[in-house]
């Protein structure tokens, strides 16, 4: 599983591979542990094996959710891990999670040494970035009835494994607001 979605973006001979294989650390989360907190440094990047995670900040006391991580996503804060500063974030294990960490000093290694992998972060970057901006312009030009319609077709795990709460917050609503919402589309 962790080599096809690394291959997704870049392809290993069975040597590149091995020297990507033997930078992963494995790790199991509780529900309700972190991988990354506020005012720490991030010095991994994940792969989620199993189980689900949630990137979010904490804003004026509300929880405000970046964006969801399920089985064969990468996850991190990637501003954090690139720039080597404190996260304002957190991500946190909202099931019982496996994930897969490979370490900044690992990782900029081989981006040094190791054609694949440099080609891989070079593309996953790309298609982060991407994904990024394809949310952040849905909040600009988008109502929040089409963001949720959206996630409906585009996300669907996030519907039918996500607290109501929680996909309300990821879409930038209240909880009352999603209500309407769902209420307003299930009488179309």
Same mark, same amino acid.
């Given at each position: ?78 501003? =954090?891990?690139? $720039? ?5 974030? @957190?991500?946190?294990? +909202?099931?019982?999670?496996?994930? &897969?960490?490979? !370490? ?33 312009? =849905?909040?600009? $030009? ?5 963001? @949720?319609?959206?996630? +409906?077709?585009?996300?669907?795990? &996030?519907?039918? !494994? ?27």
């Amino acid at each position: 599983m962790i080599k096809e979605a690394f291959s997704r973006f870049s392809k290993f001979s069975d040597e590149e591979w091995s020297e990507v294989e033997a930078c992963f650390t494995y790790k199991k989360l509780v529900k309700g542990d972190h991988l990354v907190k506020p005012m720490q440094v991030s010095k991994s990047l994940a792969f989620v094996t199993e189980g689900l995670l949630s990137y979010y900040y904490i804003s004026k006391g509300n929880q405000r959710i970046r964006q969801f991580f399920f089985s064969n996503n990468f996850a991190g804060d990637l501003s =954090s891990y690139f $720039l080597e500063s404190p996260s304002d974030a @957190y991500i946190e294990a +909202i099931e019982n999670s496996t994930v &897969v960490l490979i !370490n900044k000093t690992d990782s900029d290694m081989l981006i040094e040494n190791n054609v694949a992998y440099r080609t891989f972060m070079l593309k996953a970057t790309q298609y982060l970035l991407t994904v990024i901006s394809e949310k952040y312009e =849905s909040f600009l $030009l988008k109502t929040a009835e089409e963001r @949720y319609v959206d996630l +409906i077709h585009d996300r669907p795990k &996030v519907i039918h !494994n996500v607290p109501q709460y929680m996909i309300a917050s990821y879409l930038g609503i209240t909880q009352e607001g999603l209500s309407r919402i769902r209420r307003r589309l299930s009488i179309k």
